[in-house]
């Protein structure tokens, strides 16, 4: 796997999400969906599998069209690793087939860290001439609906991130500003997420089929000279941002690190360790996250790495490895056998604080979040996985 690849599904995990569910149409044989494909190497075999997941979706829908997917990166690690870009150009062209995003999204499902929403969003923002308040505002209303889940509205507000990012042609401050239009703090910080994700996205993989779409858009506003990374400044561009987008900036950051320094994890903690203090541990959580794409998620060898991290900053990557691991696949079993192997260490609160925050934004009743949080096992785990989650310890 090059470093590329492995960055590229580091950076889908902050986006969340799993491996779809969904069940084929008829005329898919299960298992089978790709091997004509798999007779081809590389660029042509990728094009090939874009190919086959388009037929999908023009004849059987977006949900055929995922899990189809689903099928191909089962069969083949090449496109596993690819997955969560094909899931993006899928959500891409079902825009382009319906315009009822919340009828998509459902369709899309939660599979491969949710690149399928993210497209659908990135393609509204294509046929945008131009961007107001009340649109921003209005976009992602119909998912917050009373008892509601934050799980979907996340994908819709982040995607609007990368959306006005690819808008803009990568200009990324300009695309923050637009965040900024949200009235809401925990939208402007999801939105925020997605902009620098999508910058990061395209200077280290230009073919993402998110920049690919831009590309054949006349429309787009403009080209940018905005430079996404600096080779002398591994803490670029959060060296040059406001203060209120750090945290944003900061949880991406090791992404930028590992692309520069060709996957050293040492090296990256050594980065971190120069951020602000305020925003050094977000920066370490970002490079748990990203160690879990590395370790293709294996919760031992993510615990392994995150001791690459000074003791002090442990606990900061395990909260980013274990959020990652509930994203990858909108469950919680890895997570939970990763928080055991650190249970004992100073940060095994930390990881199960973490899991419940997890667990509060894929689950809406109280109920449900005390059924996942005795899984800890442990009064003291049950009890940090309850405070995460927003239950009350002493139910």
Known sequence: MTQTQKLLIAIGVLAVAGIAANRLAPGVEKGRPGDACRRFADEARRTCYSQLLSERLKKHGVADAVATLDAIAAADPGAAEHAHEYAHGIGIEAFGISTDIPATFTACGDGFSSGCRHGVIQAYFETRDKVTQPEVEALCQPFKQPG????????????????????????????????????????????????????????????????????????????????????????????????????????????????????????????CER??????????????????????????????????????????????????????????????????????????????????????????????????????????AIDACRQGAGIPVSR
């Open 275 to 380: 951020a602000p203090l305020r925003v050094r541990p977000v920066c370490f959580q970002s490079l748990g996250r990203d160690i879990t794409s590395y370790t293709a998620r294996d919760p031992q060898k993510t615990a392994d790495l995150c001791h690459e991290a000074a003791e002090p900053y442990r606990p900061a990557c395990y909260f980013g490895a274990v959020k990652a691991l509930v994203d990858w696949t909108a469950t919680t079993g890895a997570a939970f056998a990763f928080c055991r192997l650190v249970a004992t260490e100073a940060g095994g609160p930390t990881c199960y604080h973490a899991l419940g925050e997890e667990i509060a934004t894929l689950v809406a009743s109280l109920p449900e979040r005390e059924q996942q949080c005795v899984r800890a096992e442990e009064p003291k």
């Open 148 to 271: 509601a889940s934050r799980w979907v509205l996340f994908q819709c507000v982040h995607g609007m991130g990368h959306g006005l990012t690819m808008l803009y042609g990568h200009d990324l401050p300009r695309a923050l500003t637009d965040c900024d239009l949200l009235s809401d703090g925990w939208d402007r910080e999801s939105c925020y997420g997605g902009a620098f994700m999508e910058s990061v996205i395209n200077a280290t993989a230009p073919h993402h089929p998110a920049t690919m779409l831009a590309q054949s858009h006349h429309h787009m506003m403009g080209g940018t000279t905005f430079k996404a990374m600096d080779p002398a400044d591994p803490l670029y561009p959060c060296s040059i941002m406001a203060e209120r987008y750090l945290n944003a900036c900061y949880q991406m950051q090791t992404s930028v690190m590992l692309n520069l320094n060709h996957g050293n994890m040492a090296d990256a903690a050594k980065s």
